[in-house]
């Protein structure tokens, strides 16, 4: 299921976004990519469960950066794979990973086509990856056809309500570069803004069912607590029948 190199003309476009990411990484900039004490696991650990099967399922963590979500699946006792196409986001992710108990496995592999096979996973999740993805559409079919039946997709969005503090002069220019017009141009008009809406239609199309959007309080009222930070959490639930 992997993209040729030269296969697509999209891939110009990924590596400028491989190419922040992996900045990001390399350079360990703040921006809450990582799990930042017990509570924060916590609360993520209590929210998550609800939409998960039972453990231990079969979970993926796609984009999964520096191994957020995968972390958290990993704590509720399940099988967890994360892949991302940064390989400095991965690093960071093994090293948060070396000191749990039931560790995730983490890889390259990208988001739109991942490395599974057909009805080879219970759960597809993934946190604030739907705004960057270049050919959602494609993502959506792929992650259906890679469910087993009666697998969920449960597929995170986090937005803050004001400008982030925590984003430097050089993070603001290069996230600039990355994301520049060409690439926004084949992006959910999703980004930095408190809906999903736009990427419902297309995961009904892909062929899920019980399509379902939430809002998520209890991490909006952590990150408050936490850091005293204005933010919108929602989650798109969805399942292959
Ligand atoms: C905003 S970060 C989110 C990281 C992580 N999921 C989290 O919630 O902390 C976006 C991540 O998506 C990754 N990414 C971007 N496009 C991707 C693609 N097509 N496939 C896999 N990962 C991708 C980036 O490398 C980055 O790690």
């Known amino acids: 299921m992997s993209r040729p190199a030269t296969d697509s003309p999209l891939d110009d476009l990924q590596a400028r976004i491989n190419t922040f990411w992996n900045w ?6 703040p921006g809450g990519l990582a799990i930042r004490n017990q509570q924060e696991l916590q609360v993520w650990m209590e929210v998550l469960r609800a939409w998960l099967p039972a453990a231990p399922a079969d979970a993926v963590d796609l984009g999964t950066g520096q191994g957020f979500l995968a972390l958290v699946m990993a ?5 967890v794979r994360g892949f991302d196409v940064a390989q ?3 690093e960071r992710a093994r090293e948060f990973a070396a000191n749990v108990s039931n560790p995730p496995v983490f890889a390259i592999g990208d988001a739109i086509e991942p490395p599974l096979e057909p009805s ?3 759960v597809i999740a993934n946190r604030n990856i739907l705004w960057t993805l270049l050919d959602p559409a494609r993502a959506f079919r792929n992650w259906f056809a890679a469910l087993r039946p009666g697998g969920r997709l449960i597929a995170l969005h986090g937005i803050t309500n004001a400008n982030s503090t925590a984003i430097t002069p050089e993070a603001k220019a290069r996230d600039e570069a990355a994301y520049a017009e060409e690439v926004k141009a084949r992006l959910l008009p999703i980004r930095r803004l408190p809906t999903v809406d736009p990427a419902l239609p297309l995961i009904r199309e892909a062929g899920f069912g019980d399509v379902a959007v939430h809002r998520i309080q209890a991490i909006e009222s952590f990150e408050k607590a936490f850091e005293n930070r204005d933010k919108t959490w929602l989650v798109i639930t969805a399942a292959r029948a």
């Open 88 to 90: 400095a986001q991965l």
């Open 24 to 29: 990001r990484g390399d350079t360990r900039q």
């Open 120 to 122: 080879s996973v219970d």
């Open 75 to 79: 704590a509720l006792g399940h099988r």
